[in-house]
């Protein structure tokens, strides 16, 4: 008697939820062909967070007798496929002959449609609307693609140029896009060949759907998951090409001093970044941020090159909270460019009359030719050159200093004061420089640029002292390139 009340009461339950899965299956009405697209998928990181197509039928041109195919691929947003692990989805295919007013059912159970294109005397449309049609408990609507057009020509018309668009110009990991075709003429009937330069970072099919590939697993920056791929179509022999940035996050590539920022850009309604993580040496330390771009201020080339950086990402499904990590990408930092002080000229004053010397200031000119038996470093034409490659640093400071003239072969002599005028008509450079060992400012530039002076037309200025004794004198010019803090 027990066991017998057991089943009755398991034949109730199997009965209610037949007569539940009945009342959800007709919950949604019978429609027919045209309808409004639905909304293309909102997908993160390959998870579609809002269903739709991810592949639309396009259009195409064809010749009487081609065999023509359609394809299109719907997608389940999670939360169906979470709520309902018995439902399903079929497809059904749409086709009109009159030019869209009525649609008749012509396929279903597949994501393609193939048929031949009928023999006609003059140019002919037909339009195709593919459903992705419903099938459980729950209210998720039918799906509804793009309303394709198929148009048929009696004879081939050659493609003679191709401009190649994409509907997006990035993708996260895992999403897709279309690329489209615009033939000349519009009624061309050459087949379209699509390639894409990267097929293991983003691939694309027969009908010009772009898919991203996953994101790695390796946090290093350096997996093939992020960066840019050309999709090339080709008609008739002529090509055209567009690129595609694969991948929520991408390297970046800065010199030393200068802030590196990367950036998540399009984040889709409803997700938001959890936190940023920075991996040096397989390490991943988390930073504490929540922006949708993080910083790393005034990069050095030895704590910074060669880290890299991800995010993670939440999104809400039927209330609950769930995490998506992004792909890593990689910082490389460059060394500045070079500063450089590239050529300091000799100066030679010639001779002056110890008599006149004695009476008299003198100025002597520079005759820059060398004096045998003198060392010398620098150079015999004025040339005075500061070389600045850099991109980022502080401003840049020339100073010098002129030491006591003394007698070259080391004996005791007095030549007086001396003042060298350093001068460039050029460049504007005209400085009185004191030979008192003291440093005398010649030149400060601020934009990261190179100078070049020629100071052939310097002068020696003495001063008249009746001290001055007979000799050969020299002295030695410091030169100082300094930059000041950034």
Known sequence: MGIWQ????????????????????????????PQPPTSPPTTIMGINLAGGFTQQPIDSNHISGDSVTLSAKGTRNILETLTNPLGSRKY?????????????????????????????????????????????????YNEWSRIATVTVTPARVPTTDIQVTSESPSLYNGASTTVN???????????????????????????GNVTATSASSSTTGTANDHGTVTITGTSNGHSD??????????????????????????????????????????????????????????????????TSYYATLNYTVNGSTKSVNTNAALLTVNKSGLLTLTAVPDLNFGSVDVETLIENDAALENTDTTTSGSAYDGNDNGELSVMDSRTTGGDWTLTASLAPFTLSDGSDGNLGSAILDLYDPTNRLDENIPDNSEAT???????????????????????ASPEVTAGDYQSVITWTLSVAPS
Not at 107 to 135: I, K
């Open 92 to 140: 059904v295919w749409w086709e009109s002959t009159d030019g869209g007013t009525t649609y008749s059912q012509v396929g279903s159970n597949s994501r393609t449609y193939t048929f031949t294109a009928p023999s006609v005397s003059t140019t002919t449309q037909l339009q195709f609307q593919c459903e992705y049609d419903f099938t459980g408990i729950g209210l998720f």
């Open 241 to 306: 090409s567009v690129k595609i940035t694969v991948g929520a996050l991408q390297n970046v590539t800065v010199n030393e001093g200068s802030d590196a920022t990367f950036t998540l850009n399009d984040l889709p309604d409803g997700v938001t970044v959890s936190n940023w993580y920075r991996v040096q040496d397989g390490t991943a330390t988390a930073l504490n941020s929540t922006s949708t771009s993080y910083t790393v201020s005034k990069t050095s080339v030895g704590g910074d090159n060669g």
């Open 6 to 33: 057991q089943i009755k009461r398991l034949a109730v339950s199997l009965l209610v939820l037949i007569a539940g899965l009945s009342v959800g299956v007709s919950a949604h009405a019978a429609t027919s062909a």
């Open 441 to 463: 400012k010649i030149y400060t530039s601020s934009d990261y640029d190179g100078q070049d002076f020629d100071v052939t037309d310097s002068n020696l200025d003495l001063t």
């Open 181 to 207: 075709a615009t033939l000349t003429p519009s009624t061309a009937t050459d087949p379209i060949t699509w390639t894409s330069s990267n097929p293991s970072l983003a691939s694309v099919d027969e009908y």
